[in-house]
């Protein structure tokens, strides 16, 4: 019996898999226009990232979106349109996270400094209060900053990896921001 189910969604359009997905979260629908679009989107990918590895991230991401969100999916084109598209705004997003990372990596590099053991050791300690201070904060403000800072994700991707309002983000965001100026007042004599 499952086999007969295989054969004949195998024949399917990718607009009726689309409807089995949204209608029954069919895995064997989901499965087929997997595996029909894989390669040729990773192969879209690559040709804008340059790498094999941010390509299959960025098609896999895509894909889980589709798994998730298949019941809020409407087709104004077809199918082919509609993931091409979501592929195109996956890429810009992943490229936008990448430049936010770098900017964010130069910022925080300390210039060129003299490695005398006094300034190494004012480094260290001020490494040592900041984290300290990080550590201090209450859980979900100490994860949403962490996921803002280190992760670089934005307010509305933290807001929903946790599955939290963006106004809970700010307001955990400013905290962190409120304690840690408090914590460490004496760093902008060091920047």
């Known amino acids: 019996m499952r086999r007969d189910l295989d054969i004949v969604t195998c024949q399917n359009s990718d607009e009726e898999l689309l409807q089995q997905l ?5 895995a064997v629908a989901f499965s087929i226009l997997y595996e029909r679009y894989w390669e040729k989107l ?6 804008r990232l340059k790498s094999s590895m ?3 991230e960025v ?27 979501a592929l195109k705004y996956k ?9 936010n990372e770098a900017e964010r990596q130069s910022r925080l590099e300390l210039p060129e400094i003299d490695r005398s053991t006094e300034q190494w050791l004012s480094y260290q300690q001020l490494r040592d209060e900041l984290e300290s201070s990080i550590q201090s904060l209450p859980e979900k403000c100490r994860l949403v900053f ?20 963006m106004k809970t983000v700010e307001s ?20």
Do not use: P
Not at 22 to 26: F, G, R, V, Y
Not at 91 to 99: C, E, N, P
């Open 172 to 191: 955990h965001m400013s905290k962190a921001l409120r304690t840690l100026r408090a914590s460490l007042r004496y760093l902008h004599i060091f920047f």
């Open 54 to 56: 941010d390509a299959q």
């Open 91 to 99: 890429i810009i997003t992943f490229l936008a996270r990448r430049k």
């Open 146 to 165: 962490k996921l803002s800072r280190e992760k670089g994700l934005t307010e509305r991707e933290i807001a929903a990896t946790l599955n939290i309002s």
């Open 42 to 47: 990773v192969t879209i990918a690559y040709i």
């Open 59 to 85: 098609v896999q991401d895509l894909f889980l979106d589709l798994w998730k969100r298949s019941e809020n999916i409407q087709l104004k084109y077809s199918f082919n349109t509609y993931i091409c598209g």
């Open 22 to 26: 949204q209608l029954n979260h069919n």
